[in-house]
């Protein structure tokens, strides 16, 4: 078997969620900006913590701190925003970590009309690691509103996801799409019959190809609980964006796996 070149290398490189979480998280404190006030390089995470209280969306919040904790992004408290993280990071949580940097980067431009800092470079950086990410999970932005800008499936990722199942359930594949139509629709039960069945669909999977991060959510939210055990501790709208959360949880899973197959059948 010919040996694979760097270029076949670098196109089987995998995301994987938690790892692309820390290294967003290590370009915002690398000193790759500029502050023509003090004449000296700092991170993007350093002009966070000067300006946030000029932010215009920073709600109430007197902290970038206590705004990354407002949204449950994980780090360990006892190492400030040092992600030294343990468990796996959802890819909702990915994707809100993501929205959370395009607010920043708003709100900084904004700030710095005068030229105060230097952070195109970095800015650079962080995006190029964003659109790469977004290209390797099929997502995109879009903004909802002026401004507003959130990060969401694109069409064909639920489609191929759905191409994916066909052969094996076609009911469920019918399924995949039919959430799609519910995720605009506040029915539970709908979405839960289906991420029910999704789970199940999953879970044997699992057991042969292991994936740390999809395992840490459905044993925190869902599989190992049983279907609406948490419920009781949560209202329809939690609810509604757990499953969803769930759901491309799941969805990226199955993407993922498909491309691994496809790769080691080309190794043959």
Same mark, same amino acid.
């Given at each position: 078997?010919?040996?694979?070149?760097?270029?076949?290398?670098?196109?089987?490189?995998?995301?994987?969620?938690?790892?692309?979480?820390?290294?967003?998280?290590?370009?915002?404190?690398?000193?790759?900006?500029?502050?023509?006030?003090?004449?000296?390089?700092?991170?993007?995470?350093?002009?966070?913590?000067?300006?946030?209280?000029?932010?215009?969306?920073?709600?109430?919040?007197?902290?970038?701190?206590?705004?990354?904790?407002?949204?449950?992004?994980?780090?360990?408290?006892?190492?400030?925003? %040092?992600?030294?993280?343990?468990?796996?990071?959802?890819?909702?949580?990915?994707?809100? %970590?993501?929205?959370?940097?395009?607010?920043?980067?708003?709100?900084?431009?904004?700030?710095?009309?005068?030229?105060?800092?230097?952070?195109?470079?970095?800015?650079?950086?962080?995006?190029?690691?964003?659109?790469?990410?977004?290209?390797?999970?099929?997502?995109?932005?879009?903004?909802?509103?002026? $401004?507003?800008?959130?990060?969401?499936?694109?069409?064909?990722?639920?489609?191929?996801?759905?191409?994916?199942?066909?052969?094996?359930?076609?009911?469920?594949?019918?399924?995949?799409?039919?959430?799609?139509?519910?995720?605009?629709?506040?029915?539970?039960?709908?979405?839960?019959?289906?991420?029910?069945?999704?789970?199940?669909?999953?879970?044997?999977?699992?057991?042969?190809?292991?994936?740390?991060?999809?395992?840490?959510?459905?044993?925190?939210?869902?599989? $190992?609980?049983?279907?609406?055990?948490?419920?009781?501790?949560?209202?329809?709208?939690?609810?509604?964006?757990?499953?969803?959360?769930?759901?491309?949880?799941?969805?990226?899973?199955?993407?993922?796996?498909?491309?691994?197959?496809?790769?080691?059948?080309?190794?043959?």
């Amino acid at each position: 078997m010919a040996r694979k070149n760097i270029y076949d290398l670098l196109n089987e490189h995998e995301i994987d969620t938690r790892q692309e979480y820390e290294r967003l998280w290590t370009l915002l404190r690398s000193r790759s900006s500029y502050s023509a006030t003090h004449n000296y390089s700092v991170s993007v995470l350093q002009i966070i913590e000067k300006e946030f209280l000029n932010f215009k969306r920073r709600v109430s919040f007197v902290s970038f701190h206590e705004m990354v904790r407002y949204f449950q992004l994980p780090f360990r408290e006892e190492s400030g925003y %040092f992600p030294a993280i343990v468990y796996g990071v959802s890819l909702d949580e990915l994707n809100c %970590f993501i929205e959370l940097i395009l607010l920043v980067f708003q709100e900084l431009e904004e700030i710095n009309h005068k030229g105060k800092y230097d952070f195109a470079e970095a800015k650079a950086q962080i995006k190029h690691n964003i659109h790469y990410i977004l290209e390797k999970i099929a997502h995109k932005i879009i903004e909802i509103r002026p $401004k507003q800008l959130i990060v969401v499936p694109s069409d064909d990722f639920v489609n191929a996801v759905a191409d994916i199942i066909l052969p094996e359930d076609e009911q469920l594949a019918l399924a995949v799409l039919g959430y799609s139509h519910y995720s605009h629709k506040a029915d539970i039960e709908e979405k839960g019959v289906i991420l029910k069945q999704l789970v199940d669909y999953v879970e044997p999977k699992l057991k042969i190809v292991k994936d740390s991060n999809l395992s840490f959510v459905l044993n925190k939210y869902y599989a $190992k609980q049983g279907e609406n055990a948490t419920a009781p501790h949560l209202n329809a709208e939690e609810m509604i964006e757990l499953y969803d959360g769930l759901y491309k949880n799941i969805l990226f899973y199955i993407m993922k796996q498909e491309i691994n197959d496809l790769v080691e059948g080309d190794n043959y």
